[in-house]
T-cell receptor, first 113, second 110 residues
Framework: ETGVTQSPTHLIKTRGQQVTLRCSSQ?????VSWYQQALGQGPQFIFQYYREEENGRGNFPPRFSGLQFPNYSSELNVNALELDDSALYLCASSLMTGSETQYFGPGTRLLVL | KNEVEQSPQNLTAQEGEFITINCSYSVGISALHWLQQHPGGGIVSLFMLSSGKKKHGRLIATINIQEKHSSLHITASHPRDSAVYIC????????????FGTGTRLTIIP
């Protein structure tokens, strides 16, 4: 068991709405990364947080934003949802940014109608 | 053209066969990762490589930095190995800013 949890597991929203996804890191991990995985595709890197600061961002618009809290749990916020935002959103935690291994959560499946 | 290409996209083999999955990349990297994704989404990190070869149980991963190519091998394949295997590269020695391939779907038939 990885110890990384995500909530909710499934979510349905309509275009234009806002959504917040949550991730609880494995105990002791100070780094969390978020990924978007469209159906049939590999994951795409959204951003990474290290000790509450953004530590790298992929090619996603500003309406994708994040937060990491002092307990290292994390949120992904998406504003003005678009149909193409429908995907599996994965978070992964690691002991530090240079770690070999990331521990992935089960993901949140978001459907935008 | 994707920065990370995997082949084959789909692979079906009989139990016990030796499996090879290939990954080629076109960007400069410091590390390459192999991951396993089971139905439903769960992803497990298998290896991180920056050179040479690593082995864990029946899994072997190799990388050739000059040729920008990596392979994942599975010996004595088993139906429980059925999953999607994903290659990902990082510009830094670590796990940030990973660029992923689209994965190879492996099915092992008993």
């Amino acid at each position: 068991e990885t110890g990384v949890t995500q909530s909710p597991t499934h979510l349905i929203k309509t275009r234009g709405q806002q959504v917040t996804l949550r991730c609880s890191s494995q105990s002791g991990h100070n780094t969390v990364s978020w990924y978007q995985q469209a159906l049939g595709q590999g994951p795409q890197f959204i951003f990474q947080y290290y000790r509450e600061e953004e530590n790298g961002r992929g090619n996603f618009p500003p309406r994708f934003s994040g937060l990491q809290f002092p307990n290292y749990s994390s949120e992904l916020n998406v504003n003005a949802l678009e149909l193409d935002d429908s995907a599996l959103y994965l978070c992964a935690s690691s002991l530090m940014t240079g770690s070999e291994t990331q521990y992935f959560g089960p993901g949140t499946r978001l459907l935008v109608l | 053209k994707n920065e990370v290409e995997q082949s084959p996209q789909n692979l079906t083999a009989q139990e016990g066969e030796f499996i090879t999955i290939n990954c080629s990349y076109s960007v400069g990297i410091s590390a390459l990762h192999w991951l396993q994704q089971h139905p439903g989404g769960g992803i497990v990190s298998l290896f991180m490589l920056s050179s040479g070869k690593k082995k864990h149980g029946r899994l072997i991963a190799t990388i050739n930095i000059q040729e920008k190519h990596s392979s994942l091998h599975i010996t004595a394949s088993h139906p429980r190995d059925s999953a999607v295997y994903i290659c990902a590269v990082s510009p830094n020695f670590g796990n940030e800013k990973l660029t992923f391939g689209t994965g190879t779907r492996l099915t092992i038939i008993p």
